[in-house]
């Protein structure tokens, strides 16, 4: 499983972006997917997750400013970021678990909120 994620940038805060990433190889056992984050001197920290059943959760501070989703058909999965905050400021990854879980990481995407 290959992951590439894309989307990150600066932006002001209050501002918003949407994160992409494009999975190619063996989709067929990956039980669930999620978004990471890893802010400057700190641990990768879950920011949000959706499993192959459709279920979302995410850690409080995201909770109704970002929304995790996917694009089955085009093996996509997406997290748009609302409100966006100086304390979002991160190298964001995607990550894929299979059933058997192993963990697949994309390279980061650098996100920026700053006036």
């Known amino acids: 499983v290959q992951l590439q994620a894309s989307g990150g940038g600066l932006v002001q805060p209050g501002g918003s972006l949407r994160l992409s990433c494009a999975a190619s190889?063996?989709?067929?056992?990956?039980?669930?997917m999620g978004w990471y984050r890893q802010a400057p001197g700190k641990q990768r920290d879950l920011v949000a997750t959706?499993?192959?059943?459709?279920?979302?959760n995410y850690v409080d501070s995201v909770k109704g400013r970002f929304t995790i989703s996917r694009d089955n058909a085009n093996n996509t999965m997406y997290l748009q970021m609302n409100s966006l905050k100086p304390e979002d400021t991160a190298v964001y990854y995607c990550?894929?678990?299979?059933?058997?879980?192993?963990?697949?990481w994309g390279k980061g995407t650098l996100v920026t909120v700053s006036s």
């Open positions: 990550n894929y678990r299979n059933y058997y879980n192993l963990n697949y």
């Open positions: 190889g063996n989709l067929f056992s990956i039980t669930i």
């Open positions: 959706i499993t192959s059943g459709g279920s979302r």
